[in-house]
């Protein structure tokens, strides 16, 4: 505001007080008056002008501070997302690196499978062809056993006499008509030198051996054999000048096993008055229900005393043993292979 050399309106400052402003209107007059209050209004517009400028710019510097830092953020997050964004991409090769491997591995696991499933078949079809060779295994050795049998089956096992007895009695149809003429007088007419041939076995004699080896003496017919074996089994004791021998039927060494398989439910259908028999070859025949029932293996027996329940009180325990033992034999079997 211009300023006049007189005292008056153009005196004053436009920020005088109202006290002020009142005082100096008492003594203007109304053109003074006017002027004051324009110069004032002029004033007040150039204060808030200012002010309005000063608000302005500091609203720029404000808005332009928080735009800078909005900027930064910005710049910020994007450079994080990039940084992400790499990570990711390196994942998603990861990723598609694992996948690959996942896809290799699967296909070598089909492959093995495969593979896998080709070796079962084969071990099937072996394990197939093993027990289709040990039926027939089973089978030759059945069929083996059954002709060495009947080649044996005339056949006499005497054990007990003493090594060079032979000699004493000037051969082997001498000692079997003196063993006949000792313990069975009724069967001398019928069986006296009656003998196709005779002989020790084994064939070579073992010094260190306490016992003598046995005689086996070839009978003309089975016959003669079966009544001497009758007369045996009822006379109980046989002896050759006064000493205990024994006079047996001479059996193939798979027989005489099989044979001997029986011995403990034999004994035990003896001790209940079954009266058990061993009969030729191997079978086990015993006297039930007024019945002679036989039979070849133990499979058998167990199925028929499953059915009959005062037999299976009888051999159940038995039958259960075997079967233990049975099984102790095979795996350690197993175990030696």
Request: proline share 3%; aromatic share 6%; net charge positive.
């Amino acid at each position: 505001m211009k300023r006049q050399g007189k005292k008056g309106p153009q005196a004053m400052q436009v920020n005088s007080t109202l006290e002020e402003v009142i005082a100096a209107a008492d003594g203007m007059s109304d053109k003074e008056f006017r002027i004051y209050m324009l110069q004032m209004i002029w004033s007040l517009k150039e204060d808030i002008r200012q002010q309005n400028q000063t608000m302005k710019d500091h609203f720029n510097n404000e808005l332009h501070k928080q735009i800078q830092e909005a900027k930064d953020q910005l710049y910020r997050e994007i450079e994080v997302i990039k940084n992400k964004q790499t990570e990711i991409l390196e994942m998603q090769e990861a990723i598609n690196q694992l996948k690959n491997s996942i896809e290799n591995t699967t296909s070598r696991v089909e492959h093995l499978e495969d593979r896998t499933s080709d070796n079962e078949d084969k071990v099937f079809q072996l394990e197939k062809n093993i027990d289709s060779s040990a039926r027939l295994l089973r089978n030759h050795e059945q069929n083996i056993q059954e002709i060495w049998d009947n080649i044996k089956r005339p056949n006499l096992r005497v054990i007990g006499i003493q090594e060079g007895t032979e000699f004493q009695t000037k051969g082997m149809s001498n000692l079997f008509n003196e063993i006949i003429r000792e313990n069975f007088p009724d069967l001398k007419n019928e069986t006296e030198s009656q003998i196709l041939e005779a002989y020790r076995t084994p064939n070579v004699q073992n010094h260190k051996r306490p016992t003598p080896r046995h005689i086996i003496m070839k009978m003309p017919n089975i016959q003669n054999k079966e009544r001497i074996l009758k007369a045996t089994r009822e006379r109980k004791q046989i002896t050759f000048r006064g000493k205990p021998i024994r006079i047996t039927a001479d059996l193939s060494t798979q027989t005489l096993k099989a044979r001997r398989s029986w011995n403990n439910i034999f004994q035990t259908l003896k001790e209940n008055g079954f009266q058990p028999r061993i009969v030729y070859p191997a079978k086990l025949s015993f006297r039930m229900e007024d019945e002679i029932k036989t039979f070849h293996d133990k499979q058998k027996l167990k199925e028929f005393a499953a059915r009959k329940p005062s037999l299976q009180n009888i051999l159940g325990k038995t039958l259960q043993e075997e079967e233990m033992e049975n099984n102790n034999e095979n795996q350690q079997w197993e175990v030696g292979q």
